[in-house]
């Protein structure tokens, strides 16, 4: 919950400000290249979050490897996250500042979980169904979970929307202990 709290509260920030700029676009591409790279090699996340490392070698990285590379506002943004000790939430921040540039575009991520990859023709429909529930484009992640056994469940903003045949069983399980039998 506190990681959403900051990401929200930076990110939001961090929008405004290149939204003010007219720089949405070039932040978007540089905030997913940043986010990229930390992925594709955690040793410098792992070094800036240790906490026996003292802030000033922190900053220090941060500057001489980010000045030049990122705009200023990127390495401001950094270096104040180290500073106040939140760099833990980085990736958080870059997934909510993802979020908003694309709502400003009217994109909506959503996340379907089903037991198989579903058809084309699934595909289609679903998108479709949650373009007009929101208003949206809707982009889909799929995910494959067997344990839910059929089914899908959808994951639209903070919104579950549970199909699963896993969930209409454990319902159908919570409704028959309810039964009293004499």
């Known amino acids: 919950m506190l990681a959403q709290e900051v990401a929200k509260k930076y990110a939001n920030g961090l929008f405004l400000s290149v939204?003010?700029?007219?720089?949405?676009?070039?932040?978007?591409?540089?905030?997913?290249?940043?986010?990229?790279f930390l992925k594709g090699d955690p040793t410098m996340m792992n070094f800036l979050v240790a906490p026996h490392v003292l802030d000033e070698h922190k900053l220090a990285l941060v500057r001489d490897v980010f000045t030049g590379r990122l705009d200023p506002l990127?390495?401001?943004?950094?270096?104040?996250?180290?500073?106040k000790h939140r760099i833990n939430y980085l990736h958080e921040i870059i997934d909510e500042f993802t979020r908003l540039v694309e709502?400003?575009?009217?994109?909506?991520?959503?996340?379907?979980?089903?037991?198989?990859?579903?058809?084309?023709?699934?595909?289609?429909?679903?998108?479709?169904?949650l373009a007009a529930k929101t208003g949206l484009q809707v982009v889909l992640e799929e995910k494959i979970d067997p344990e839910i056994m059929g089914g899908m469940i959808v994951i639209l903003h903070n919104e579950i929307i549970d199909g699963s045949v896993r969930r209409s069983l454990d319902l159908v399980e919570e409704q028959l202990a309810k039964v009293r039998v004499h």
């Not at 950094?78 to 500073?83: A, E, K, R, S, W």
């Not at 959503?110 to 429909?125: D, F, K, Q, S």
């Open 103 to 129: 709502a400003e575009k009217g994109i909506a991520r959503a996340t379907v979980l089903t037991a198989l990859p579903i058809t084309e023709t699934e595909r289609a429909n679903l998108n479709a169904r």
């Open 74 to 83: 990127f390495v401001q943004l950094l270096v104040l996250l180290v500073d």
């Open 19 to 36: 939204k003010d700029k007219a720089k949405v676009d070039a932040a978007y591409d540089q905030l997913q290249d940043l986010g990229q």
